[in-house]
């Protein structure tokens, strides 16, 4: 399954790719998170997740594969199994210029996903991940203060 998007935000690009390079961060933005740790540069999660009806938790693993600060190009790695399924994913992000003091976050990856989750309509399970990128960069816009 293909994701993409582009998110605008208000951010100065280095205090943002500073936020992004710092894991115990960026896991106060998810969504959904009930417990993490953090280990060797590694984020493993559990993540309370929500598709319409259908709802499940997640035991989740996050790497980071490239972290390139001064092009601001980063891709991840990102695993999870849970009651729903089984997913994991590449994820490429890109930050650029947009207009003003805006800057566009750009995101790709082909998914691969099993079980419950899998026999969504991609559409859903697509719309559902905007939704929760969109929440975690209105998170990062604030530099973490958001989600509590």
């Known amino acids: ?3 993409e998007g582009k998110e605008e935000v208000i951010v100065k690009p280095d205090e943002f790719w500073g ?3 710092t894991p115990e961060k960026v896991v106060k933005c998810v969504p959904g998170v009930q417990s993490w740790k953090i280990e060797n540069q590694i984020i493993y999660a559990k993540i309370k997740v929500g598709i319409g009806f259908i709802k499940g938790t997640f035991d989740t693993t996050t790497r980071i594969l490239k972290n390139d600060t001064e092009h601001k ?8 199994t849970g009651g729903m399924g089984n997913f994991s994913a590449t994820v490429n992000i ?3 210029p947009a207009s ?12 691969k996903v ?9 559409p859903i399970v697509n719309g559902a991940i905007k939704n929760v990128v969109r929440d975690f960069l ?3 816009e604030n530099g ?4 509590g």
Not at 114 to 122: D, E, F, N, R
């Open 1 to 3: 399954m293909k994701i």
């Open 138 to 140: 209105r998170c990062a």
């Open 19 to 21: 936020f992004l390079s």
């Open 73 to 80: 190009v980063a891709e991840l790695e990102i695993s999870g």
């Open 100 to 111: 003003g003091n805006k800057y566009l976050v750009s995101y790709s990856s082909e998914a």
């Open 144 to 147: 973490g203060k958001g989600l």
């Open 114 to 122: 099993s079980g419950t989750m899998g026999t969504l309509a991609a």
């Open 94 to 96: 890109l930050l650029s």
